[in-house]
């Protein structure tokens, strides 16, 4: 089986969905399995509804009503295939106005509409055009979460409870829409995996049911080697490895959800990025071991709105056990840490997170003097082999210093795939094409 995810753009209207159509039809002899988005701008709708319904508005839920009756009926659906989501949707938002409060767990119930409603109309579409599908919840077929509201993973033992309700659910002449995004937990309540999550249910469905490979549809020619929206001379990279791909999407490549390539790694299957309007095209493949490649750097990533605590103490100095105490606490407080650097009394930690990185500013003034910088981007060079490739640290520092950026920290280690720096997000815009050019389109040209 082959698992095929349309973002919320391959599937934003009729023309993108016959799109789709036409790619999952040119697939039919590998038993696609279609895990589709929301339609493009209806997961922030519903969260928009949501939150003015909180806020004590009325028929909150009417525009984005309004946006998906018109997306169905310009596919031909009847009104009766939504009418009952609709229905459960305006009850919803009408208690959440009732009771003034968007709790997690009510947040995932809204979200989960774009989902479901997509679901059915690319379903019933593609079976009246000639493409017998159906449309499943995911849930229906076995995915079943914790009870982590806006950040569910599936429990243990998921994968058997798929395969199972694939066997009995699935006829094997028509092709499964499944929703990504959404799950549910054993109580039957609904979750989700996260803003973006319908990769990481494309490649968890795929390791449950052992698919050949997940493909991941979107807008852009797989993954590129920068930000097509800054560089613009980006270029596509036919192939990557899973680990330089993790960085990559961790480290702020816009196309693939950061967890996306765990399931995928530890399956081993191949994962390849492509682009629904140009199907053509042949995107990027993600695999354990690519080939040989010329180019030494892959790709260059960024991930702005970092916060930076150091703590500085000269307790530091030639001790052992500073660096377990700071980071004692930083587990206590469940911080999830990007980047480290140290020296001899000062150790550097970046974050995201800047309510959690807040609380624990306030227990390492015990160990040191601390400071917080914020407005912070963590800039990424992600390659095989960099440390081996003399000359690449300096090459990397003299493109920004050229463009006056200023560099605050810098890691890099054996074995690493990643010369990770840290600058100001003001200098971002300046920073990544000066490095795009020094490393494609002038040293490896
Ligand atoms: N529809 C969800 C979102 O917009 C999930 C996804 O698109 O992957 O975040
Ligand atoms: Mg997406």
């Known amino acids: 089986m082959l698992v095929m995810k349309f973002g919320g753009s391959?599937?934003?209207?009729?023309?993108?969905?016959?799109?789709?159509?036409?790619?999952?039809?040119?697939?039919?002899?590998?038993?696609?399995?279609?895990?589709?988005?929301?339609?493009?701008?209806?997961?922030?709708a519903l969260i928009a509804a949501g939150k003015a319904a909180a806020a004590g508005k009325d028929d909150a839920g009417a525009d984005v009503i309004a946006k998906q009756s018109g997306i169905a009926r310009d596919l031909g659906c009847s009104d009766a295939l939504l009418a009952p989501l609709f229905a459960e949707l305006r009850d919803l938002l009408r208690g959440v106005r009732l009771v003034k409060e968007l709790?997690?767990?009510?947040?995932?119930?809204?979200?989960?509409?774009?989902?479901?409603?997509?679901?059915?109309?690319?379903?019933?579409?593609?079976?009246?055009?000639g493409l017998p599908a159906r449309a499943y919840d995911v849930w229906d077929l076995g995915f079943v979460t914790d009870s982590n509201f806006g950040q569910a993973r599936p429990l243990e033992g998921y994968e058997t409870r798929m395969n199972d309700a694939f066997a009995r659910l699935v006829p094997a002449d028509v092709v499964p829409i499944v929703t990504g995004f959404v799950g549910q937990n054993a109580a039957g309540e609904i979750t989700t995996v996260g803003r973006n999550g319908s990769d990481l249910t494309a490649t968890l469905v795929a390791a449950a049911i052992n698919a050949a490979e997940a493909e991941i549809w979107s807008d852009t020619d797989g993954v590129m080697s920068a930000d097509?929206?800054?560089?613009?001379?980006?270029?596509?990279?036919?192939?990557?490895?899973?680990?330089?791909?993790?960085?990559?999407?961790?480290?702020?490549?816009?196309?693939?959800?950061?967890?996306?390539?765990?399931p995928a790694m530890a399956k081993d299957i191949p994962v390849r990025v492509l682009n629904t309007n140009r199907p053509e095209h042949p995107g990027t493949v993600i695999l354990r071991e690519p080939a040989a490649r010329d180019l030494v750097v892959t790709s260059i990533a960024y991930k702005e709105n970092q916060s930076i605590l150091t703590v500085r103490s000269p307790r530091m100095f030639a001790q052992s056990g500073f660096l377990s105490e700071l980071f004692a606490i930083t587990t206590r407080h469940n911080l999830v840490i990007d980047m480290v650097t140290t020296s001899e009394i000062s150790v550097s930690l970046s974050c995201a997170d800047v309510e959690t990185l807040a609380r624990v500013h306030v227990e390492a003034?015990?160990?040191?003097?601390?400071?917080?910088?914020?407005?912070?981007t963590i800039l990424a060079v992600v390659g095989q082999n960099l440390p081996t490739r003399s000359g690449l640290g300096a090459l990397i520092l003299q493109a920004l210093a050229l463009v006056d950026v200023n560099v605050e920290l810098v890691s890099f280690s054996a074995g690493s795939i990643n010369f990770s720096m840290v600058i100001a997000d003001?200098?971002?815009?300046?920073?990544?094409?000066?490095?795009?050019?020094?490393?494609?389109?002038?040293?490896?040209?």
Do not use: W
Not at 18 to 36: E, F, Q, T
Not at 240 to 253: N, P, Q, T, V
Not at 429 to 438: F, G, Y
């Open 426 to 445: 003001a200098d971002v815009d300046r920073a990544v094409p000066a490095l795009h050019a020094a490393l494609f389109e002038q040293a490896q040209a």
């Open 365 to 376: 003034q015990k160990l040191g003097e601390c400071r917080l910088d914020h407005g912070r």
């Open 103 to 129: 709790s997690p767990r009510s947040l995932d119930y809204i979200t989960s509409f774009g989902e479901r409603m997509a679901v059915r109309v690319i379903a019933d579409y593609f079976t009246r055009t």
């Open 10 to 44: 391959s599937v934003a209207d009729r023309t993108q969905i016959d799109k789709v159509r036409a790619i999952v039809k040119g697939r039919a002899a590998r038993r696609p399995v279609v895990v589709s988005s929301a339609h493009k701008g209806v997961t922030n």
């Open 228 to 262: 097509p929206h800054l560089v613009a001379g980006a270029r596509n990279i036919p192939t990557m490895s899973f680990a330089e791909a993790a960085e990559l999407a961790y480290f702020g490549s816009r196309v693939l959800h950061p967890e996306t390539l765990l």
